[in-house]
């Protein structure tokens, strides 16, 4: 190749687009255009692929089309590399477009186009064209190319059926890592574990990435025992986790609260990764948070090098919830005096602490200013927090004004905040117009008829109770059992109302009698059942860990 079109390649590779200043865009574009016009001068057509996409990335597609158009003798290689750059610069339209030009050009693609091009459609989530490449690689004989056979999964996966996926996925001759984690990721997001699970481990090789699939998509489908053991099955299998690997671990294990396994997982990012990013330490400012371990969370908060408005909002809203208000609204005011402007989950960080705390002018304070100098924070949500701010105050007359003044009409979470402060106020009437509200929206709602009945059982109107029982018995409803858990030495216990599936269940009820706890007969259910442990993957409520051990209760 031409020493020029080295140096400009060699350009090219510095510039990032969308990413600098306008300044730094246009003196790049300036620069490419110089070399263009020496290269015209030179009577050399090597650089255009590089030319195209500084045209491109600067925005001056005009010119790029041009020049595209006006070279005679591209090939296959300059014409991929320049869609490979349209593709990196975000500008996905301009690659397909560039791919019908080189169509048109009868330039004929090969598997790395194809591999280049194809995730173009699936970023535009463009059915028509991503269905009319897939065709065009068949025909060409293609699609059993591994390059083209995983990005024709991920196509489906994301946009279609898993069915199609799959069909892609058994059409890849010897398929490679990135395929097989392909597929599972769809599986994942079809919450088709058993399919997942079986491939992930029929996967001839197994990289972090792939671990990083399993745990991430389990644990974003609420499956956070089963993720947090595929942690610790990684950790035993020796494969090292990276940056990625540790938010999704960590947020799994702060959905269930097990303070010591956490812990012990933020020992392992230490020891794995030293230093670890904000990604990483936002997971542990929100773990230990949600863990009820305020010092803890504010201590690696401190420790962190640099923060964004997560790492402000993981705090404040840990220190919200946990009643704090006057601490989450102090480091409110101390995020604003460092220049960082709250976004929408701040500013429900807030409103929970004021609720939480009975500050109720306060929160009001917050949400009209919002309402007045950044509207477009407010989502609904921010609204049914005020709902159940003004109710849980007793102020109904307030909170009635506030519903009916709504911008739109209210759902069922601000009727179930109404009827939660009427249940804590005694107010029945009211009561009952929320709960008459709920079943209007969802008449198989159990929540509203426990709430309704709880209320009416606290102002000791007991007829009442008992016709809203019989209702729900009639109406074969049965109320989500409570459930609580407690963690021993990094094991998860977690129990349900009149629960026998505990392997210790005839010790725990043995002891309860020993203290003279009443205990209600128990009736063995279909759920009740043993939960086999996998050797590779244990499915258990709770996984060992060789770190740290401690004892810590919740209850929800």
């Known amino acids: 190749m031409h020493s020029l079109a080295y140096k400009t390649l060699h350009s090219l590779a510095k510039f990032k687009p969308q990413r600098e200043t306008q300044a730094l865009a246009c003196n790049q574009l300036k620069e490419s255009q110089r070399a263009h016009g020496r290269a015209v001068k030179l009577g050399t057509t090597i650089l255009e692929p590089d030319i195209v996409c500084s045209y491109s990335a600067s925005k001056a597609l005009w010119d790029a089309c041009k020049l595209f158009d006006e070279v005679p003798n591209w090939d296959v290689v300059s014409a991929t590399a320049t869609i490979g750059c349209f593709a990196r610069y975000h500008q996905h339209e301009e690659a397909i477009y560039f791919f019908s030009r080189m169509l ?30 897939h065709a065009c690689a068949i025909k060409m004989g293609l699609e059993s190319n591994v390059f083209v056979g995983s990005a024709v999964v991920d196509f489906y996966a994301k946009l279609t059926s898993i069915k199609e996926a799959q069909k892609a996925f058994e059409d890849t001759h010897e398929p490679n890592v990135v395929s097989y984690t392909t597929l599972i990721r769809g599986y994942l997001k079809k919450e088709r574990f058993d399919d997942a699970l079986a491939l992930f481990r029929r996967m001839p090789e197994r990289n972090v990435v792939s671990w990083n699939a399993m745990i991430s998509g389990y644990s974003q489908m609420g499956y956070n025992e089963e993720a947090v053991n595929l942690f610790v099955v990684m950790l035993r299998e020796g494969m090292l986790p990276n940056e990625c690997t540790f938010p999704c671990a960590i947020s799994a294990v702060a959905n269930i609260a097990a303070l010591g396994m956490g812990r012990s997982f933020h020992g392992s990012a230490v020891k794995f990764l030293g230093k670890f990013d904000v990604f990483v330490g936002n997971s542990l400012i929100s773990f230990y948070a949600k863990c009820g371990s ?44 460092t ?18 705390s009975g500050l109720v002018d306060k929160g009001y304070s917050y949400f009209n200013k919002a309402r007045v100098e950044e509207p477009g924070l407010l989502t609904p949500e921010h609204h049914a927090c005020m709902v159940d701010l003004l109710s849980r105050s007793g102020r109904f007359k307030e909170a009635e004004k506030f519903l009916h003044e709504l911008p739109f009409v209210p759902g069922i979470g601000f009727w179930k905040a109404l009827l939660g402060g009427c249940r804590i106020h005694s107010n029945m009437e009211l009561g009952e117009l929320a709960a008459r509200k709920i079943l209007a929206l969802d008449p198989e709602d159990v929540s509203s008829y426990v709430m309704l009945s709880n209320a009416h059982s606290a102002a000791g109107r007991w007829q009442s109770v008992s016709m809203i029982r019989k209702e729900m018995r009639e109406k074969r409803m049965k109320g989500v059992p409570g459930s609580s858990w407690i963690e021993i030495r990094s094991k998860v216990h977690i129990f349900v109302t009149g629960d026998r599936n505990h392997d210790q269940h005839d010790e725990i009820y043995q002891v309860l009698g020993f203290f003279g706890l009443p205990i209600c007969p128990i009736r063995q259910t279909s759920k009740d059942r043993d939960h086999t442990h996998d050797e590779k993957i244990p499915r258990s409520r709770g996984g060992q860990t060789p770190h740290n051990s401690s004892e810590h209760g919740h209850d929800s």
């Not at 090969?110 to 194809?118: A, D, L, R």
């Not at 997560?310 to 601490?327: F, P, T």
């Open 104 to 133: 048109a050009l009868n330039i004929k693609p090969n598997q790395f186009t194809f591999g280049t091009v194809i995730p173009s459609s699936t970023a535009l989530q463009d059915l028509n064209s991503g269905r009319q490449l």
């Open 294 to 337: 305020m010092e803890e969370s504010l201590l690696v908060f401190n420790t962190l090098p640099k923060k964004n408005i997560v790492s402000w909002n993981a705090l404040i809203c840990g220190y919200a919830n946990h009643g704090r208000g006057m601490e989450a609204i102090d480091f409110f005011e101390k995020m604003q005096d």
């Open 339 to 356: 220049g960082l402007r709250p976004n929408s989950v701040t500013l429900l960080g807030l409103l929970l602490a004021c609720n939480h």
